[in-house]
């Protein structure tokens, strides 16, 4: 027939099946707490803005045949962006009053 439940059955002293199921009802009956979805598109907006900004910067020791390149066109979006971003990740940041 069926032989007796082992360390993740019921059977045994350990109760790990018990655990995790305390474990997992514990997590869904606690206080949600939600975090916005623009704080995330805020944090993606300044990390875009860093790497724009970064290749920017290289641009300057190393000038590219371009129509007015004199312009930096790369540091002006990278330094919006992270201006940008810093404004969402400040307003939507988790634990903000509202």
Known sequence: MVSAAGILGH????RVCSSQR???????TEEKKT????????LLI??????????GL???????P????????????GALLIV???VYVYFFRPGRQR
């Open 84 to 86: 940008i971003g810093l």
């Open 58 to 64: 290289g641009e300057l020791s190393t000038p590219s």
């Open 35 to 42: 975090v916005s979805i623009w704080y995330f598109i805020g």
């Open 11 to 14: 059977g045994h002293r350990r």
């Open 66 to 77: 371009v129509v007015m390149t004199e312009l930096h066109v790369g540091i002006w979006w």
């Open 46 to 55: 300044l990390v875009y803005g860093v790497l724009i900004l970064g290749a």
């Open 22 to 28: 305390s474990l997992l009802v514990i997590a869904m």
